[in-house]
């Protein structure tokens, strides 16, 4: 990638998995500069800083009609290792290149379970948006798919032995075409799985309508490191270069 703010995301994972401070740092300072990068706060447990779950928005070039929307998420267990980082690295690349996101609108988390990563501990509570869960971060995702019509939301996640990619379609103008395009992900099954490795967890929204479509794409538990995020951030690329074809 070659930008600075991506040389320091990655020296956050010199001694380890970085805290949330430091790995968003590199960002924080970027929207400083950005046209296009802004840093907002979700609301979890408490009003103060330090349980507030930070978010980032950026929009792509313009295409001439209304955007695609998309949710992205990390860090939804609180116990990854390089999913945040690809997301952050995500965010640094499309800043300097807006045109891989032309025609887009994203809302990426990085890190969700705020409290679960401060632990390195694993999930808080139940993990499933509209299930009555006291966890903060399922709250705020709740208030996030509520405040905005989001056509897709995207969770980058780390478990099993193998990648995979999971798919629930949706009900948005954009769903049956995103579902055609996001068929390249074969040989996953496109649809509802019948055993997904991950539980489905923004979708459907029962409070808003039309629901968004749900995708998770899942990558074998690793160390953080480069090779580890590059390769999240690589799909995750060839995912939204799918999608942003049916613009």
Known sequence: MGTITDSLLLQTIESGR?????????????????STLVIRYGIGQAGVRESMIPYFHIIG??????PLRILLVGGWGGQE????LAIARFLALVENQPDLISGCEITAYPVANLEAYKKASGPTGPDRCWNASPSGHARVMENELQRY????????????????AEFWAGDTPASQAMEQ??????????????????????????????????LHLLFPEAAPSRTASEKALASLENTLADIRGIL
């Open 61 to 66: 070039s313009d295409r001439g009609h209304p």
């Open 18 to 34: 970085p805290s949330l401070d430091a790995l968003t740092r590199p960002l924080r300072e970027l929207t400083n500069e950005s």
């Open 149 to 164: 019509p989001y056509d897709i939301a995207i969770l980058l996640a780390e478990g099993g032995k193998t990648d995979a």
């Open 81 to 84: 290792s390089f999913t945040p």
């Open 181 to 214: 395009a996001l068929a390249k992900i074969q040989p996953t099954p496109i649809g509802h799985p019948d055993s997904p490795r991950h539980p489905r967890i923004f979708t459907p929204t029962p409070k808003t309508s039309p629901s968004p479509c749900e």
